[in-house]
């Protein structure tokens, strides 16, 4: 299922002395089953883009379109598109509340107006997908770590069953260890479960190794839009905007300008390891 946006533009208090422009002239097309990393600074439209794409937020002007339909047609239907195209906020284990995890998981697909059967069987499923303990399924959320918590999070948006699901820095403020954990987990749902994931994240490292497209974002606009290879590769223009290529690449050209021939595309420690031990032989 795709989304497209075409010439999308959107301003914040349009009309007023604090007006500012969002995004503009966001041309994207996201296909189905891609794994794809959004970066940029704090600022840069990352957010607000990723809210135009379940609707969350209506463009100034310009089209949004999802499996070919205009989602701003009168006829669609916007709770159809939230259920198909799922969004996990930055910090999402705020949004906990119930008095269990399990009903917790339960309240997406409940709204959706299935009957109490569908609905536990998909809360448990999901759960399941994200790795979590059946034994603490009907214990309080609020006692759980934040890599715990940031789980049944994202197991409440999987049991709406989304094509496409973004995630909003899903590893912010958790430990290197935790960091690791939704990490791949979230890798493990894009293979396992075939659903396109967006992920966004100011982490170079994390992209790098997970993601097979990378869109940059700066100052509202699509500064680039590649393969992780193809955008690492501009990494004096990405320091230029407040961002950087990962640590592996600095290192990689490092070397290389001391005369030892790696490979200068290498993005991951794994990529970087096989380039330095292949010349080494």
Do not use: W
């Not at 379109?65 to 989602?71: E, H, V």
């Not at 690492?232 to 490092?254: C, I, N, S, W």
């Amino acid at each position: 299922m795709s989304i497209i946006l075409d010439k999308v533009n959107y301003s914040y208090s349009e009309g007023t002395a604090y007006h500012v422009q969002a995004l503009k002239d966001i041309n994207l097309k996201i296909e189905d089953g891609e794994f794809i990393g959004i970066i940029g600074h704090t600022g840069s439209g990352k957010s607000t883009l990723i809210q135009h794409m379940n609707g969350l937020i209506k463009a100034t002007s310009g089209g949004i379109y999802f499996n070919g339909q205009d989602i701003y047609d009168e006829d669609f239907s916007m709770k159809e598109l939230r259920s198909r195209v799922g969004l996990v906020f930055q910090y999402p284990e705020h949004q906990l509340f119930e008095t269990t995890i399990f009903d917790d998981v339960c309240f997406g697909p409940k709204n959706l107006g299935l009957d109490k059967k569908t609905v536990e069987l998909r809360a448990f499923e999901a759960l399941r997908n994200v790795g979590f303990p059946h034994e603490l399924f009907y214990q309080p959320p609020f006692d759980l770590s934040g890599g715990q918590k940031r789980r049944v999070a994202i197991a409440g948006v999987l049991a709406m069953k989304p094509e496409v699901l973004i995630l909003d820095e899903p590893t912010a403020g958790l430990d290197p260890a935790g960091r690791d954990e939704i990490l791949g987990l979230i890798s493990q749902m894009h293979k396992e479960l075939g659903i396109t994931i967006i992920l966004v994240s100011h982490s170079m490292e994390d992209v790098a190794k997970y993601v097979d497209r990378i869109i940059v974002m700066n100052q509202g606009s699509v500064m680039y839009d590649g393969a992780p290879k193809d955008v690492f590769r501009q990494y004096k223009d990405l320091e230029a905007v407040g961002l950087a290529a990962p640590q592996v690449t600095y290192l990689m050209h490092e070397l290389h300008a001391q005369g030892l021939p790696v490979d200068l595309d290498a993005t991951t420690i794994e990529e970087a390891k096989r380039s330095i031990l292949e010349v080494l032989k």
